[in-house]
């Protein structure tokens, strides 16, 4: 380097000395000075242009001139990217074409440059999906933005710039190809791949046209097409540069075009999505090769474990949120702003989507696509910003407005009607956005729009017609094309989406792709049952591929199912070693599992299929089963304990036992005749001395003869055992006051779920006060049949109005105040809020309705309260108003009474958000109940 700068000051100098010392010069030093050659001759009077750089190493530079070096820095690791590709040349442009329709394309990116790696290939393809037209002109000035987003061409097209013009790109999108492939681990990369960094997700398709420009003055896309048609303007005197693609022929392009029209399909952009290290699971689970059926298969049989079929959790990348948020496209140190890649400066850019300071400064410069982000953050609210889905709302539909497609689909919401969401969804469908494709496709065939909001129509809408229907089944397909995340509930759509109506073939489609590009565990086992439902929907071997796939991913049925088509040879040579590995996986020892797979393992246990013979793991199994709720599973578990364990030499286990003969004789389908006998001999007359687990079996033995039951529970309710099961028995058989009085042993002997209002009172049954009081601190329940029973013991209004109070009191938790505090306290707010009346508290009364607030958000005693004291009612309203605005949800009448009420009485309820007004805490009195007050100044 010193050299160098040594020549070029000497540079003047040297273009006075002879030629035969330059000459002897020049061979002396001759490496120096063929890196300043350009200098030298210019600085002598030779034409002046362009400085040229010696060639770097990097093969980027070979290419075109790449970023600088701190740009590379900054984005040396992988993130998704959108660069273009309209300065690559129409051989690269046409092999990538080629290379889409082959799999899912390969490539290298480095400082902003994106190359094919023909030698490398991925498994899969990509569909098309047209988009409603969409044209920009971006507008480049420096050099800057040149080696931005057109690399490639940067330096062919810098003397354009340095002379003072622009260079003018005209892009018209009509639609995008797209695989399913959600993401790709290196070790599933085929052939020689080492340069590879990222694959192509999707490509934006259409025509774009290059000319030259004037600084400020932005020309029309046609009117660029057509210089560049025609090779320049007489007028304006531009320079058409490059084009490709026909601006009439994309004129016929529609967004339900499944195919792009031909002069019409250049590539524009591409998505790319960085190739994965490896993918993170858990219980370290290896991703198997995906291979041929059959080495799948045996790949995996020998992998299971304990545990390991918990499903795989892949690593994180952008391209996963895509749909959500809207991400900075370009290289590290440039923000996206007017369609292109440009330095940070003061004009409005693309926010980064969690960044929510940045967002609501860049959407108040104008940009649309950050009011979109900004209105992600305000729905929810995060811990900088607090929820305000007014204003979220509002946001949503100003990006709508500006072609934003994702915000047309946010902005229908549990208010919208069915006429006010058709329209968004439709133009968010059109634009591109996958989720306003299949939620349209529910609206156009469901009774009431949305299944979980939008308000039913006046008049249901008739059977959807078969025009209706397969439009709503292609927008399904359509939002998987645009979407792979989409394709699973599209699949879900096609099958149970349309009542009455399904389509079974295009759900396969599409569950396929969800489960092979997605690599989603449901998907891969909702197609292999609906290949075992059709056994011509696929054929064997891509059945087989689609078990041992789930299982993979953590379906445990799937793995039951695999391990039992090994066990019986269904589909696949019979090989009981592996059946037992699936199997094995498919029902998790800890817990859990598919409860069929279960029996199925058990059983091998038990025989010695696949293994050696291991009888207590079998006996753990069955008694796990047997205790489990799974119906039939469970009383054939239950039954097949007993039978094993009368072969099997063991320790006893009373309860288990018991347990198990109970199960067995309450089997609804196939009772047990050996255990309904053993639970009459064996366990009935335990239960009558007092024996609780031998009572809690007989309610569980419905098969039993009920006569010896009763008898058995009546013995056990005399000592004070299950008297409440001896309740529901003899309820029954219509023996109602002896049942009354059975429950009130129940609720004497502290089983307080009996302690409710006798329903036939001819005896007048009734728990002992004190019983009763004992009940009603565990739970709300019992207050209400204690405050009957006082009732109906004729006590004075003001001692129930004191046992009101301390009921009221009592009260905490939200579940509480609902189930009975809440009666018990408005009975005492209203008494405290009767002008006249002698126990009249306003300021206690204030207190209570507080409690409503934070308990129940309750406004019905503010309202009361408000009617006779608007000064106390004030902060309390205001109180409900702040909750209201905060919270990540508006009902919109109880939130807009509450606002309302508040201004009504003097507040100012925009002073109210993410903040306390000061006066909500100062009107109310310093004491409170149960420091309601304090906790709600905190």
Not at 33 to 42: D, K, M, N, P, T
Not at 463 to 484: H, I, N, Q, V
Not at 697 to 708: G, K, V, W
Request: include cysteine; hydrophobic fraction near 35%.
């Amino acid at each position: 380097m010193g050299h160098l700068r040594r020549s070029i000051t000497g540079a003047t100098r040297y273009c006075f000395v002879p030629w035969q010392v330059r000459f002897y010069v020049v061979l002396m030093r001759f490496a120096v000075l063929v890196a300043s050659s350009i200098f030298i001759l210019a600085g002598c009077g030779f034409s002046p242009g362009k400085v040229v750089r010696p060639p770097s190493s990097s093969a980027m530079s070979v290419l075109g001139e790449p970023l600088l070096a701190g740009d590379c820095a900054r984005n040396a690791q992988p993130r998704y990217l959108e660069p273009l590709v309209v300065d690559w040349r129409s051989t690269e442009r046409a092999d990538l074409e080629v290379a889409m329709r082959q799999g899912v394309v390969p490539v290298r990116h480095e400082c902003g440059v994106v190359r094919l790696v023909k030698s490398c290939r991925i498994s899969g393809s990509y569909d098309f999906a047209g988009v409603s037209r969409k044209s920009e002109v971006i507008q480049l000035a420096s050099e800057d933005e040149l080696r931005a987003n057109l690399p490639l061409s940067s330096v062919q097209l810098a003397a354009q710039v340095q002379s003072g013009a622009t260079v003018d790109l005209a892009l018209l999108l009509i639609g995008k190809r797209t695989t399913s492939v959600a993401d790709v681990v290196r070790s599933e990369l085929e052939g020689s791949c080492d340069e590879v960094t990222h694959f192509v997700r999707a490509a934006h398709v259409g025509a774009f046209a290059f000319t030259t420009g004037e600084v400020g003055h932005v020309t029309a896309a046609a009117e660029i097409f057509k210089i560049a048609s025609a090779g320049a303007d007489s007028q304006s005197k531009r320079k058409a540069m490059h084009r490709d693609g026909s601006l009439e022929a994309c004129e016929k392009s529609t967004p339900e075009a499944e195919r792009a029209p031909a002069e019409c399909g250049a590539a524009l952009r591409v998505e790319l999505v960085p190739i994965l290290d490896h993918r993170v699971q858990q219980q370290h689970v290896e991703a198997s090769p995906k291979s041929g059926p059959e080495e799948h298969a045996a790949h995996t049989a020998e992998v299971p474990k304990d545990g390991a079929d918990a499903p795989k959790a892949h690593a994180t990348t952008d391209v996963k949120i895509a749909s959500q948020a809207i991400h900075n496209p370009c290289v590290g140190g440039y923000v996206w702003s007017g369609g292109k890649c440009v330095r940070a400066g003061n004009g409005p850019h693309l926010c980064e989507p969690a960044d929510h300071d940045d967002c609501e400064a860049q959407c108040g410069k104008g940009s649309e696509k950050s009011c979109y982000n900004l209105a992600r953050i305000l729905q929810t609210g995060t811990w900088e910003a607090k929820p305000d889905p007014v204003r979220s709302k509002a946001l949503y539909q100003r990006a709508c407005a500006a072609e934003v497609a994702a915000a047309c689909v946010e902005s229908v919401d549990y208010s919208s009607t069915r006429e006010q969401a058709l329209p968004l969804l439709e133009k968010g469908c059109s634009a591109g956005s996958a989720r306003g494709c299949i939620d349209l496709a529910r609206y156009l065939v469901q009774a009431y729009g949305y299944a979980s909001f939008a308000a039913p129509p006046a008049t249901p809408p008739a059977e959807p017609s078969p025009e209706t229907l397969e439009r709503s089944f292609r927008l399904a397909e359509r939002a998987c094309t645009l979407d792979g995340a989409r394709c699973a509930d599209a699949a879900e759509f096609a099958l149970t989406g349309v009542p009455k109506h399904r389509d079974v073939t295009r759900a396969a489609k599409l569950f396929e792709k969800a489960c092979f590009g997605q690599d989603l565990g449901y998907a891969c086992r909702q197609l292999g049952e609906l290949s075992a439902q059709r056994k011509n929907l696929l054929d064997p071997q891509k059945t087989i591929l689609t078990l041992a796939t789930a299982c993979e991913l953590g379906e445990t049925s799937s793995c039951a199912a695999l391990g039992h088509a090994y066990r019986v040879g269904e589909d696949v040579p019979r090989n009981t070693r592996k059946a037992l590995l699936y199997l094995e996986r498919g029902c998790r020892r800890q817990g859990g599992g598919d409860r069929s797979g279960c029996l199925e393992l058990a059983d091998m246990y038990e025989r010695g299929e696949g293994g050696p013979t291991d009888q207590d793991a079998a006996l753990e199994i069955y008694l796990r089963l047997c205790r489990s709720s799974w119906m039939s599973q469970s009383a054939i578990a239950c039954d097949r304990y007993l039978g094993l364990t009368e072969a099997v030499p063991r320790s006893h286990r009373d309860e288990d036992d018991i347990f198990a003969h109970a199960s067995a004789c309450g089997n609804q389908q196939q009772p047990s005749v050996r255990s309904c006998k053993w639970i009459e001999t064996h366990v009935a007359p335990r239960c009558a001395q007092g024996h609780r687990p031998a009572c809690d079996a007989l309610e569980r033995s419905t098969n039993a003869q009920a006569d010896i039951v009763v008898a058995a529970l009546n013995k056990a309710c005399s000592v004070g055992v299950s008297c409440g099961k001896y309740a529901v028995m003899i309820a029954r058989s219509g023996k109602s006051e002896d049942a009354d009085r059975a429950r009130v042993k129940a609720c004497e002997a502290g089983d307080y779920d009996h302690c409710f209002i006798p329903q036939h009172d001819k005896a007048a049954h009734w728990p002992s006060r004190a019983a009763l009081e004992r009940a009603c601190k565990t739970g709300p329940r019992a207050c209400m049949v204690l405050r009957a029973a006082l009732v109906k013991s004729k006590l004075s209004p003001s001692e129930l109005l004191k046992f009101d109070e301390a009921n009221c009191l009592n009260t905490t938790g939200t579940n509480r105040f609902y189930a009975f505090g809440r009666s018990s306290c408005r009975r005492f707010f209203d008494a405290l809020i009767v002008p006249s009346g002698s126990s009249a508290d306003f300021a206690k009364a204030a207190e209570i309705a507080r409690m409503a607030i934070q308990y129940g958000r309750d406004n019905t005693f503010v309202a009361a309260l408000d009617k006779v004291s608007p000064q106390l009612a004030r902060p309390l309203w205001g109180e409900l108003c702040r909750l209201a605005i905060n919270a990540s949800y508006w009902n919109d009448s109880a939130d807009r009474l509450a606002c309302e009420g508040y201004e009504r009485t003097g507040g100012n309820a925009a002073s109210l958000r993410g903040k306390k007004d000061p006066m909500i805490v100062t009107h109310v009195p310093e004491s409170s109940v149960k420091g309601v007050a304090h906790s709600l100044t905190q």
